[in-house]
């Protein structure tokens, strides 16, 4: 029971004190699980990011399950995820329903609107990082165009275009070691 | 049954959006076209807030699109429906493939997967890009000069070297500030 909370209470810190999750959360998980707590060593937090980012889910959610699981099996890995999305339910229930009462006022609509536009640059950031690392080759940089072009022209559901993506993978894969053997 | 229709929802964003938070987007993308649950500018102020507040972006996105589509147990409902199918997958891996990661098919697959979804973001955000940069008026596209000016100058900033460590907070507050200031 003591664990539980230990869990839950040491993922709602993450959860508060980081803002843009995934990597921006490294430092603190960091801090708070492997320093403070020793749940996990420098090694093992790096291999459990690795499997949160070959994984579906968020990243820093699917890290808190893992060692909430490590440390206290199931109910561990509910608790701990409990305890990382806990803040961010909370704060973006109060936000939303706050805002919904100013969305007249014309100061928060052109701080709104300039936000935006910082998002957006922020984005395209992302995205030139995102195809950096993900196209390292011919394949990649084919499976990129198909999947820009799809979604913008056909309606094809992106769910379908994931799954073909992994499929193409593992298929070129298998190929190139077949021509190797 | 706007709630079972959530869940069902969200839990196929939470199995499919491989890779952070930002992997969400082009799925939220996809709910506009399919319900009136909310529209593209709603969209792109959810993912505005969700950067500027504390916790997981994909987290933050999810809670907050559950609330404009069905109030607080709409938010609690969507937030449930995304992070079930990872806990689920985290628990079993956890419990039977310790090298999860270093599989010669996951990481084939891997292979696929990161370009496309590097597409299918590119493609979101182009589409957010487009209703924040320019107004279209039946038919008619109307560029906003000022924030275009704002966007590349914040973008020029963030390829500059010792700039570029700044926490996107930061930028989050310049943006608001220039928002305010130069009524964009």
């Known amino acids: 029971m003591k664990k539980l909370w230990e869990l839950y209470s040491t993922f709602f810190r993450v959860g ?3 803002f843009g999750g995934g990597m921006a959360m490294l430092p603190m998980l960091k801090r708070e699980v492997v320093v403070k707590k020793k749940w996990a060593t420098d090694e093992e937090l790096l291999d459990i990011y690795a499997i949160g980012q070959c994984t579906p889910g968020i990243i820093a959610v699917n890290t808190s399950t893992y060692i909430g699981y490590q440390q206290a099996g199931v109910w561990g890995a509910v608790f701990g995820t409990l305890g990382m999305v806990s803040p961010s ?4 229930c109060l936000i939303a329903s706050i805002l919904t009462q100013f969305m007249d006022n014309p100061m928060v609509l052109h701080a709104l609107a300039g936000i ?4 957006c640059a922020l984005m395209i950031n992302t995205v030139i990082s995102l195809a950096r690392t993900g196209i390292r080759d011919k394949v990649g940089l084919l499976l990129f165009l198909a999947g820009f072009l799809l979604a913008t022209f056909s309606p094809v559901p992106t769910i379908i275009l994931v799954i073909c ?3 193409t993978g593992i298929f070129v894969n298998i190929m190139k070691e077949k021509k190797r053997a | 049954m706007i709630y079972l229709t959530l869940f069902i929802e969200f839990f196929k964003i939470g199995l499919f959006s491989i890779g952070g938070g930002m992997a969400t987007i082009p799925f939220l993308m996809e709910l506009t076209t399919k319900y009136t649950w909310f529209t593209t500018t709603e969209l792109a102020n959810m993912i505005a807030i969700s950067e500027s507040t504390p916790g997981p972006i994909g987290i933050n996105m999810a809670t907050y699109a559950g609330f404009h589509a069905g109030s607080i147990p709409g938010a609690l409902i969507a937030t449930f429906g995304l ?3 990872a806990l ?3 628990i079993l891996i956890a419990k039977f493939m ?3 990661s270093d599989n010669k098919y996951v990481k084939s697959a891997f292979y696929g997967i990161r370009p496309m979804i590097a597409a299918l973001i590119g493609y979101a955000v182009w589409q957010i890009v487009v209703i924040t940069f320019a107004d279209t008026n039946q038919g008619v596209i109307t560029l906003k000069y000022s924030a275009i000016l704002l966007g590349v100058i914040i973008f020029i900033l963030l390829q500059i070297k010792p700039l570029k460590n700044i926490h996107p907070l930061i930028w989050i507050i310049v943006g608001a500030v220039a928002g305010g200031v130069f009524r964009v």
């Open chain 1, 165 to 167: 993506a992994a499929g």
């Open chain 2, 83 to 85: 992070v079930c199918p």
């Open chain 2, 88 to 90: 689920i997958i985290i």
């Open chain 1, 89 to 92: 339910v909370i704060i973006i």
């Open chain 1, 116 to 119: 935006r536009i910082a998002v």
């Open chain 1, 16 to 18: 508060v004190l980081t």
């Open chain 2, 98 to 100: 310790s090298n999860f």
